[in-house]
């Protein structure tokens, strides 16, 4: 599939004193935000020696300071150095890396010159749709190629001119093998979410794409997490990189992390409890197989509340038709596999639960970093069972964080931002059923929930419970805490 940009730089005043005053900027957000991105350095857009038009597309993006990681980056970026960079989920590693590819590019030459590479599809088209925010008034070219589209619209495309490439890997090695993509004088090379594009599914790949790079190329590195197996490749590949670090805490200060301990079969009831008390904004529930997304999906439909869903072997235009809608509100829930577990930014989404609770700390951070997007708040719930005890303990001691049991209730100004009148306020899910799963969505919205910046609230969920949470260690795997009974139906849940 290709996509294309074409800048608007005819239409604006780049050489106009007042440039600056005739953008057009999306309304402020004024919710608060955490010290994960407001922690700067103080340092301004402006400061940079960023083109003109960079800048234009920067601020009517609604930036208008950077981020740390931004802040950090970009400057070295811009002189060319190797870049292996660490910043918590959500805080804005896309454009960190997209300014500075920008910035290099020479637009009167028709050539590939920054190739982006990000591990799903969906990763790569909300990459290339943020160059072509940023770069709207540089009359840039780029193009998005993922597998599960047609090879040959992207052979069109590419006898065009393309000057940034955004894809994911197998596409784009099939392209450069063909010499359909001329990557012989691209000078930036990037890899987002690193360390799962050198997991050893992708290595062989990377190291072949490299192959037909020049030898004096940039390459930059960002994630939130950089498990070992990134360190042979630093060394292999990359020229005394800058390393930025700026994880000294791995989980967001945003986000609260609760976790309800039950027996499998309890999950869809205490589901169904969360669903009726939480107010969700939208949110994204992980589960750990392809068929369970399913099945769970299934579910939740015949318990009235509306959900799309979305995993990896969905035909690739219903999984494009899924996260286009889930994106633009089209329904409050999405249920989904692990495909969407890193980068995926949704603004909106102020409540991740994990049906199935993950096996890494990786997994877990990225998923339950798709809500708190650039230091917002953010809710997480983990629903475990016995069998999960271990592991949540080996994630609380990888991630140095604590995964507090369910209260009764959760206090609305944890996750939904304080604002405006009651009339903003998501209606409760059940109001608005949708009564078909879909898969590939073809009708409109049950209700579209309101923009994260809407979601007001003043009340508490509170929930029924008979149970106390109760402290108790949880070395020997048990967890610490109680879950009210409310989230569980049925017999009481089985504790160790
Ligand atoms: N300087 C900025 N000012 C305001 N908003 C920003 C800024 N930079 C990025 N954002 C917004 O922050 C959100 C998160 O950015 P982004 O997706 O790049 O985070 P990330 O660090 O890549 O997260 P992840 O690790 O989950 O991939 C996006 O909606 C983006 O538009
Ligand atoms: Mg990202």
New binding site residues.
């Given amino acids: 599939m290709a996509q294309t940009q074409t800048g608007s730089s005819s239409s604006t005043p780049a050489n106009n004193d007042n440039w600056k005053a005739s953008l057009r900027p999306p309304p402020k ?1 004024l919710r608060p935000q955490t010290e994960d ?1 407001t922690a700067t350095k103080g340092t301004e857009f402006e400061d940079m020696f960023l083109r003109r038009e960079l800048l234009m597309g920067i601020f009517e ?7 740390p ?2 802040e950090e980056a970009i400057p070295i970026a811009l002189t060319k150095r190797d870049v292996l960079a660490r ?10 890396f997209v300014i500075p590819s920008l910035q290099q590019i020479d637009i009167t030459k028709p050539k590939i010159q920054a190739l982006l590479l990000v591990p799903t599809r969906e990763l790569a088209l909300q990459t290339s749709q ?1 160059c072509k925010i940023l770069g709207k008034h540089m009359g840039i070219q780029v193009m998005v190629t993922t597998g599960g589209t047609t090879l040959k619209d992207d052979i069109l495309r590419l006898s065009e001119s393309v000057h940034v490439l955004v894809g994911t890997p197998g596409r784009i090695l099939d392209l450069a093998g063909k010499n359909v993509a001329d990557l012989s004088e691209c000078p930036v090379f990037v890899m ?2 690193a360390d799962k594009l050198l997991s050893p599914e992708f290595t062989p790949v990377m190291e072949q794409l490299l192959s037909y790079l020049p030898s004096d190329r940039q390459v930059m590195l ?3 997490t950089f498990p070992m197996i990134v360190k042979d490749f630093k060394e292999k590949h990359m020229n005394s990189p800058h390393e930025i670090n700026l994880m000294d805490e791995l989980t967001l200060r945003g986000v609260t992390q609760y976790y309800a301990f039950v027996e499998e079969r309890q999950k869809v009831h205490c589901l169904n409890t969360l669903f009726s008390k939480l107010q969700i904004n939208q949110s994204i529930i992980f589960c750990n197989s392809t068929n369970r997304v399913e099945l769970l999906a299934k579910k939740i439909t015949e318990l009235g509340y509306s959900c799309f869903y979305s995993h990896a072997k969905m035909l690739q235009s219903h999984r494009n038709r899924v996260f286009h809608d889930f994106r633009n509100g089209v329904c409050r829930n999405l249920v989904c596999s692990d495909l969407l577990t ?4 949704i ?1 909106a989404v102020n409540v991740v639960i994990n049906f199935d609770f993950p096996k890494s700390s990786e997994t877990y951070l ?1 998923r339950i ?2 809500s708190g ?2 230091g917002h708040l953010g809710l997480a719930i983990n629903l475990v069972t016995y069998d999960d005890r271990f592991n949540l303990y080996k994630i609380e001691q990888e991630l140095g964080t604590e995964i507090q049991p369910i209260p009764h209730s959760i206090d609305r100004s944890l996750y939904v931002a304080p604002s405006g009148s009651d009339e903003e306020k998501p209606a409760p899910q059940k109001q608005a059923q949708q009564k078909q799963v879909a898969a590939a969505p073809a009708a409109g919205p049950a209700h579209p929930p309101s923009q994260a910046q809407a979601a007001p609230q003043q009340q508490q969920a509170v929930y029924q419970s008979n149970g106390q949470p109760q402290q108790q260690a949880r070395q020997n795997g048990t967890p610490r805490g109680g879950t009210p009974n409310a989230y569980r139906g049925g017999a009481p849940a089985a504790r160790a």
């Fill in positions: 957000d991105v993006a609604g930036f208008e300071r950077p981020s990681i931004q910043a918590k989920n959500g805080t804005g590693k896309t454009a960190a943020v987002d979410e960002f994630s939130a890193r980068g995926i930014d603004q990225h970093g798709r997007r650039f």
